[in-house]
């Protein structure tokens, strides 16, 4: 048994896989998110702990068979957050998060340091990076920034928990602006561009290797053998790729979790930070990624449904696709939490436009699932600039769920998408295959491999070119609205 651990921005969630890659056992356990003030988002790192001690019990209770024969664990996470330990290893403060804003002058001050950074970095100076928010620490947060011992991502928060070792590995790594992608080592001059030392930095393997062991008191709790390895295991974006095997050069998927991605594999490092890409060192050696990132996905609909005081989200859909007859009359901006790819705006946000006294509710969520879909076809755009194409996109994450949304997303975007059978499961699965992988008895081909395809949903093209003159229009509204994001 491998044992698949993703610290999620809305969950933790875990599963049990076996030799054949099938699930035994898998649960979540929800998370929320903290807003202090505008532009900024959190979360404390005991939370994470927490919930994930909760999410191994609940498969200990419902399998205690199958974990007492884990092999190895795997770990994935969202990626960027900042999670400063004290001396005594403890959280100085909440983790700053992927999503958050507030380091926005910060990444001015970085590009005047040091211009080449994107290259080096694999990405333009984004604020949701880890290496901007430890710059406005250092100005707002003075006192508290010299107290700070260690440096960790949110899942390697999590190792520590589990095995007292301070490691990350390459692909959560290139989400800080600190590492050289093509070297696959920590950029010291960008770290000292950040006034800290390497030494608070944690130490760099890769994500199928050994980072760590299940510590005694912890084994003993779940039945686990003592010693059992924890791998390096990937940021979320890389261990969805490990679970759908895009691990081969032009693989790739697109991502509908909180936020959503689209993800390509690559067999070289192929920096594009012009294109607001992100070029990224892989979970497994030798290997990168391009990425196009949007800060939103399937939170868009889960925020809709809330507003709109519904609790099934399935029943809402059903009602959605029955309603849908034409491209809907109301355009929605998805920047809730702003946007990376196509236009580096923290401050974007959300906007409904259109509305009239005779819109209904089915009509909103119709208008918020082809806004995703439309941010989607617009960092594909930056994507084909960039001489990069996948031929068929698999869809993963909790948006994968909805066949209606799928269909959706391949019409306006004009290109065939696969569903995966067990698609939601995404980046915990795949860090149960890097557990399986660190053993170092499999090759990647033979643990990679792609999942069974449910069923391919081509576009109808008639569709798509009625989607046009809409897209064209949602690119216009935001255009005519991007200086009146930005705070006074």
Not at 112 to 124: C, K, T
């Amino acid at each position: 048994m491998f044992l698949g651990i993703d610290v999620g921005t809305s969950a933790v969630k875990a599963l049990l896989i076996d030799e054949n890659s099938a699930t035994i056992a898998e649960t979540d356990v929800p998370l929320s998110v903290s807003n202090p003030h505008p532009f900024w988002s959190e979360q404390n790192p005991s939370d994470w702990w927490n919930a994930t001690l909760r999410a191994i019990d609940e498969l200990h209770r419902q399998n205690p068979t199958a974990i007492a024969a884990t092999r190895a664990i795997g770990l994935s996470g969202q990626m960027h957050g900042a999670t400063l330990l004290d001396v005594h290893d403890r959280p100085l403060r909440p983790a700053i998060l992927w999503n958050d804003g507030r380091a926005k002058q910060e990444c001015d001050e970085l590009d005047a340091l040091l211009p080449d950074l994107g290259y080096r970095a694999g990405v333009a100076t984004m604020p949701g990076m880890t290496a901007p928010k430890m710059i406005w620490l250092r100005k707002h947060e003075p006192d508290l920034f010299t107290k700070i011992k260690t440096i960790l991502l949110p899942k390697d928060y999590i190792r520590f928990c589990l095995s007292g070792e301070k490691i990350t590995e390459m692909s959560d790594a290139a989400g800080t602006l600190w590492l050289d992608e093509a070297q696959r080592d920590w950029n010291e001059q960008a770290v000292a561009a950040c006034d800290i030392s390497m030494n608070q930095l944690p130490t760099l393997v890769e994500g199928s290797n050994i980072a760590g062991t299940l510590r005694a008191e912890l084994a003993n709790r779940w039945g686990i053998k003592p010693g059992t390895i924890i791998a390096g295991g990937g940021g979320d974006a890389a261990t969805g790729g490990i679970g759908v095997g895009a691990v081969r050069h032009g693989d790739g998927f697109i991502s509908l979790g909180t936020s959503s991605q689209i993800f390509v594999a690559s067999d070289k490092y192929r920096p594009k930070p012009e294109e607001l890409l992100h070029s990224f060192t892989h979970a497994i050696p030798g290997h990168w990624f391009q990425m196009a990132v949007l800060l939103n996905g399937a939170s868009c609909l889960q925020w809709a449904a809330k507003l709109l005081g519904e609790s099934d989200i399935g029943a809402l859909l059903d009602r959605v696709e029955a309603h849908h007859h034409a491209p809907s009359d109301i355009l929605f901006l998805p920047y809730l939490n702003g946007e990376r790819t196509p236009h580096n705006n923290p401050y974007a946000r959300g906007v409904f436009f259109g509305l009239g006294s005779d819109t209904s509710r089915e009509t909103l969520v119709q208008s918020a699932l082809e806004g995703v879909a439309f941010a989607l076809s617009d960092a594909q755009s930056r994507l084909h600039a960039a001489g990069t194409r996948c031929a068929l996109p698999g869809v993963i994450g909790g948006g994968a769920r909805s066949r209606y949304w799928t269909q959706l997303i391949s019409d306006i975007m004009g290109g065939p998408l696969a569903r995966y059978q067990g698609a939601a499961k995404g980046p915990a699965f795949g860090a149960a295959r890097l557990a399986r992988l660190a053993l170092g008895q499999e090759s990647v081909e033979e643990v990679c491999q792609k999942p069974v395809i449910e069923e391919v949903i081509e576009p109808d093209m008639s569709r798509h070119e009625s989607y046009q003159p809409r897209f064209a229009k949602f690119r216009r509204v935001y255009t005519a609205l991007a200086e009146e994001f930005t705070p006074s």
